[in-house]
């Protein structure tokens, strides 16, 4: 989901050592000159820097300096700058951090993994902590995961209904899966894909709309939840303790 910042790097590298050839190589054969001098005069081109020549330059060789000015310059320009815009930016320490992540996963059992941080999934996350349960959440949108990742919580940024996303994850060695994304029908595929990769697993799952709880059932969700239910009935129970305590009273 997240381009490989090393191997941009390595195109970099790849197209300045190509540029750097190109010059020592065009000088050793318009000028004759020996290879450490046929490096020192690309560079010195290259850069830009205005250090002398090694010797006097005929008309080829003033020829090739010129083309390899105008070529050469404006590739290893274009090499810095990116190479610079690689390290500075924010997706590449995010991608070192999911390099990070997998081998701490790789070695990760019997843990649980929660799909999307909202709020029921940031509760399920923060009594997992509470508990001091091994998990890890897995979360599509950046901005999420990465408060995620200042919480010090263990995150994968990608798509739960991905069998990869959930491969990462180590669905094979978990001890339990809790689906709470935004909407049913994300949720009925997350218990999908997981249920068909790993049967035994332990599904747990969050139900907006009640009328979809069959679906779940059937999708192979071992537990359902509606938080709208539960919130309903704990209301419901308060005010029923109430109003017994205060009828005592009197």
């Known amino acids: 989901m997240q381009r490989n910042p090393l191997a941009v790097l390595y195109r970099v590298v790849l197209l300045a050592a190509l540029i750097l050839m190109i010059g020592v190589l065009g000088y050793r054969a318009t000028t004759g000159l020996e290879w450490l001098d046929a490096l020192y005069m690309t560079v010195i081109t290259l850069s830009t820097v205005g250090y002398r020549e090694v010797g006097p330059l005929d008309d080829a060789g003033k020829v090739f300096t010129i083309c390899l000015i105008l070529g050469g310059a404006g590739v ?13 930016d924010e997706s590449t320490h995010q991608y070192f951090r999911q390099r990070t992540t997998l081998k701490k996963l790789a070695k990760m059992k019997n843990h649980y993994i929660v799909c999307g941080l909202g709020r029921v999934g940031r509760a399920v996350c923060e009594e997992l902590r509470f508990e001091k349960q091994d998990f890890v959440l ?9 408060e995620a990742n200042e919480r010090g919580w263990t995150v994968l940024h990608g798509d739960a209904t991905d069998e990869h996303t959930l491969a990462q ?20 595929m997350v218990i999908m894909t997981a ?17 979809n709880l ?8 071992d537990y359902i939840y509606s938080p709208f239910s539960l919130v309903g009935r ?7 303790t109430r109003s017994r305590l205060s009828a005592s009273t009197y």
């Not at 897995?138 to 990465?146: A, K, T, W």
């Not at 249920?195 to 009328?211: H, N, P, T, W, Y």
Request: net charge positive.
């Open 138 to 146: 897995i979360e599509s949108d950046p901005l999420v995961f990465q």
């Open 76 to 88: 290893v320009a274009y090499a810095v700058k990116t190479s610079v815009e690689v390290v500075l």
């Open 195 to 211: 249920r068909g990769m790993r049967d035994g697993l332990k599904i747990s799952a969050r139900v907006s709309d009640e009328r």
């Open 169 to 188: 994850a180590g669905i094979e060695h978990a001890k339990g899966l809790m689906s709470c994304v935004k909407s049913d029908s994300d949720n009925l």
């Open 214 to 221: 069959k679906k779940f059932r059937r999708a192979g969700a």
């Open 234 to 240: 704990r209301i419901a129970r308060s005010l029923h």
